[in-house]
């Protein structure tokens, strides 16, 4: 399955060599470390490449010195081999010289890190909470909180469509921060350990549960940014992206208000969708699109599961037995599983829409059907 | 390898003799010869899963493995690679070599021998089964950080417990024999510093595998009870603590390092001189240097762990410990460089691949001394830039030596000389392959691509498919080594005795192939031979 794309790049690994002699800014660009738009990142970008260039001199001195003898003392060119093998002299100077220049790399080091672990005298405080796979964000001084869900679909992970400019680093609800205010991040998790990870801030966290880390960052440009999870968390550890809007300090403001807003008519919403009686295709219409986006991933979208770890719900004992079951195994989870409680992730009608869908799909005949009415009274 | 016949008890049908010689040796030779080979299916074995990875990411988008199995590919190529490949190859060559270099009859312990090796296809059959059991194999990577191995981990998690705790009776062992013959059966004469670097790198590695292995138990132990006993060391839920996990898996981890790269040292130190015609440079420097680099190895785990929340003080503390090993390292490689200065080169297939080593593993010592610096380390951490580098010191570093070490001393275990011109054309593909897979590495790591991941998104599509390409043809040569191995076993040009013109060393006052038995009665030392006898 070659196709166009595919020989493209073929066609540009091969000139790669080529161009890495040349000064080619968008091979360049890929190849350093990201300069970010925090102070702290870019000086870490300097400490990067001031490192670096420490290690090429050196680098370059040592292996010269090599080439050189591998050429001028082979056996053809020398063949009479020195006698000397033993120098106090050069023994105490190739042992002091590294230590200073490893001072000379610890001192901005040293700096740097004091100051990024200065988590003091916050504007504003992100409770970040990692569990498989997503992110909550919760926004301590507005009691604003949301989940962040990749949004790539999976016909483009499986190769049927093709891939956006934004492949696997794209999500339903951004998490949203002000320019110039210090940000501070608490981070933790539900389940595994995660990492919370924007190489734009130079902010690695890991999110571990029963911790609570501190991480901070001060945003200079407003934009999206974008990173993923970086420490190994499971199945989808690569489908767990993080997205960062950042919005000037003034347009922030009103992101808050216009969320608090936004809370005050779901509400309402809820209200309307416990009064009203559903019907079957109403419910199963919503509860197909809840399944696709949250349940998919593990018992597969036709509900045939993955081995014992991911049970399958087509003929499976949960969905076709007692409902109260059915409902509290989807509300609360299973204990030391990976079936996570989505109570608190999904709405009344989306838990009641997709308990209805899978007792009816997968060739599952309950005719059972669920309202909102019964979730709201089961929380 | 060897071609000598073992004892042959009489009325035995052949297979039967077969067996019972393989099983029931207790040779030295025979021993070594068969970790050799357990080491060298295993690498064939993890190098296959390393394709599995390779093909995978190759292109954006799943194409060959889902999550489930890559994570489990992931995490099986690392363990095999570590346990299986790397440890056994190094012990394999101490079996073979350790014996013939401080001029004794044979390990001090050999019962004890047999038993270490023969614990390893157990364990490793074992480990492999995973794959085919329900739910998988380890999917939580070759460091099985809690609570992923243990609330989460799959039912074959407990085999994987079982087959670790084998791998590490197995090293102890081992390790306990290596100490005690070097110890007790040196040849008069050879004082601890008079022994070969190699003996040296070995010893001090037996220490650390002592002293460690009985750790990475531990931390098993306590996965397994927190799974099944309702104990809570790393669970938060009830008191416990997923951090500790990590204190406890590096502290073993970090010193496992060093295990799997001081042999490699001892291996370049021994053939760089022999093909220089120049004896070592600071003998003295650099056994003072391998073993500050092993007492290091104990108080840097936390760079491992800068992440996790670690206190300011943890931090600055470990940064500067882990700084101050490129300092015995650095002189190392100086040494090597001064050995070869002025001296009379040669660049026969053992002598590339330790120029290689010296040169890649240095590579990847300069990315190890950026990652500890930790504003750095938090952009580097858990991204590609960390796989290019361990992939630099591990492949270049301890496959490499072993590689060279068997290019060394094959004449000497078969009587014959492998094919140069084969050999050759291995290194050179090898060495171009391990660049094209490793090096786009760190171009990957530093512009964001997390490692473990099964996909990525399209700006790392470019390097991903050099390193693939790189990956393939780095399998393939593989087999091309293979192939010498077998056809210098089954004949070749006869080597002597002394088989390198430049070589020291008692080894090579035996006749090529080594007999089955040797220096039953003990050898003189320093050998007459010796152009320039150390000190």
């Known amino acids: 399955m070659i196709s166009v794309t595919t020989r493209f790049r073929l066609h540009r690994c091969l000139t790669f060599f080529a161009l890495l002699g040349s000064s080619n800014m968008a091979f360049a660009a890929e190849m350093d470390m990201r300069a970010g738009v925090t ?162 801030f130079a902010v690695k966290q890991d999110a571990i549960p029963g911790y609570i880390n501190e991480a901070w960052t001060r945003i200079n440009t407003p934009g999206l940014y974008r990173g993923q999870c970086a420490e190994l968390c ?69 509900g045939s599961g993955q081995g014992s770890t991911y049970p399958a719900l087509a003929g499976g004992e949960i969905p076709n037995g007692p409902m109260a079951a059915h409902i ?22 989306e838990l009641a829409s997709v308990i209805t869908y899978e007792r009816n799909a997968f060739g599952n005949t309950t005719a059972d059907i669920v309202q909102p009415i019964t979730i709201f009274e089961a929380r | 390898m060897t071609v000598t016949a073992g004892h042959n008890i009489p009325n035995r049908s052949p297979l039967m003799a077969f067996l019972s010689r393989w099983l029931l040796t207790t040779n030295h030779k025979e021993i070594g010869t068969l970790y050799m080979w357990l080491s060298f299916v295993l690498f064939f074995i993890a190098g296959a899963m390393a394709m599995v990875i390779r093909m995978e990411l190759f292109q954006p988008g799943i194409q060959f493995a889902e999550p489930l199995l890559y994570n489990q590919m992931v995490t099986m190529h690392g363990l095999i690679m570590v346990f299986g490949v790397v440890m056994p190859g190094f012990v394999g060559l101490a079996n073979w070599q350790l014996p013939l270099m401080i001029g004794a009859p044979d390990m001090a312990l050999p019962r004890l021998n047999n038993f270490s090796f ?101 931390a098993v132990t306590m996965i397994l009870t927190d799974r099944h006993f309702d104990t809570s060391f790393f669970a938060a839920a009830g008191g416990g603590d997923p951090v500790l996990f990590q204190h406890v898996f590096w502290f073993f981890g970090h010193p496992e390092v060093y295990i799997l790269i001081l042999p490699g040292f001892g291996i370049a130190s021994q053939i760089i001189p022999t093909f220089a015609r120049k004896k070592l440079f600071g003998y003295h420097s650099m056994v003072y240097a391998t073993a500050s680099i092993a007492i290091l190895s104990f108080v840097v785990w936390g760079h491992h762990m800068f992440t996790t929340g670690m206190p300011l003080i943890a931090e600055l503390f470990v940064m500067y410990a882990t700084m101050l090993i490129a300092v015995p390292t650095g002189v190392k490689v100086f040494n090597w460089v001064a050995t070869m200065w002025r001296g009379s080169i040669t660049f026969e297939t053992p002598m590339l691949f330790a120029l290689g080593f010296v040169i890649l593993f240095t590579i990847g ?110 399998g393939l040569t593989q087999v091309l080594f293979l192939y010498i191995v077998i056809k210098t076993i089954r004949g070749g040009k006869k080597a002597t005795g002394r088989v390198w013109e430049g070589a020291e060393g008692l080894e090579w006052t035996l006749a090529s192939p080594a007999p089955l038995h040797t220096f039953e009665t003990p050898p003189k030392f320093p050998t007459p031979e010796e152009d320039y006898p150390r000190d």
């Open chain 1, 328 to 349: 509290s195994r989807v509300m609360n989870g299973a204990v030391d599983t990976e079936m996570q409680a989505w109570a608190p992730q999904l709405s009344d009608l």
């Open chain 2, 118 to 218: 023969w614990i390893l296809p157990f364990a490793f059959t074992l480990l492999i089964s995973t794959l085919f059991m329900e739910g998988g194999a380890p999917n939580f990577g070759w460091t099985f950080y809690a609570p992923l191995s243990t609330t989460y981990g799959p039912p074959s998690t407990d085999v994987f417990i079982f087959g670790v705790h084998l791998m590490g009776i197995s090293s102890v062992l081992g390790a306990i024999n290596i100490i005690v013959t070097i110890f007790n059966l040196r040849v008069e004469g050879m004082t601890l510093m008079k022994m070969p670097l190699f003996v040296w790198t070995w010893l001090i590695t037996a220490f650390l595998l002592v002293m460690v292995m009985p750790v990475l138990a531990g």
């Open chain 2, 365 to 474: 010592g300069f990315s190890g001394l950026m990652l500890a610096l930790v504003p750095a380390d938090f952009q580097y951490h858990d991204t590609f830039f960390v796989v290019a580098h361990f992939h630099y010191v591990l492949y270049p570093g301890a496959i490499f030596g072993i590689m060279s070490a068997v290019y060394y001393w094959l004449p000497k275990w078969t009587g014959n000389m492998y094919d140069e011109r084969l050999g050759k054309i291995h290194f050179w593909t090898a060495i171009i392959a391990i660049n094209m897979t490793f090096f786009p590495m760190h171009f990957l790591g530093l512009a964001g691509m997390p490692r473990r991941i099964v996909d990525y998104s399209l700006q790392f599509a470019d390097f991903n498919m050099v390193a693939s390409f790189g990956a393939g043809m780095l």
């Open chain 1, 234 to 302: 499971g199945k989808d550890h690569a489908y767990m992206p993080i997205e960062v809007e950042v919005l000037a300090e003034e347009e922030f403001d009103q992101w808050i208000v216009d969320q608090r807003l936004a809370i005050e008519l779901a509400s309402g919403q809820a209200v309307a969708d416990r009064a009203k009686t559903w019907t079957m295709a109403e419910l199963i219409d919503i509860g197909q699109q809840v399944y696709l986006d949250h349940c998919a991933t593990c018992h597969e979208a036709d």
């Open chain 1, 39 to 200: 102070d702290m990142s870019q000086r870490i970008l300097q400490l990067h490449h001031y490192s670096l260039a420490i290690c090429v001199v050196i680098g370059l001195l040592v292996f010269g010195t090599m080439f050189y003898s591998m050429y001028a003392h082979r056996r053809s060119k020398h063949p009479k081999p020195a006698t000397f093998h033993e120098s106090l002299r050069v023994e105490v100077i190739w042992t002091t010289v590294p230590i200073l220049i490893l001072i000379g790399l610890a001192i901005p080091a040293t700096s740097a890190l004091i100051d990024i672990e200065d988590n003091s005298d916050a504007d504003l405080t992100v409770l970040i909470t990692g569990s498989q796979w997503k992110w909550h964000y919760q926004y301590l001084e507005a009691d604003l909180g949301y989940y962040s869900n990749m949004a790539t679909p999976e016909e483009q992970i499986n190769n049927f469509e093709t891939k956006g400019r934004n492949y696997l680093l794209e999500v339903d609800r951004a998490l949203v921060l002000p320019t110039d205010k210090k940000v501070r991040f608490l981070t933790t998790a539900d389940d595994v350990i995660h990492s919370w990870w924007v190489p734009d």
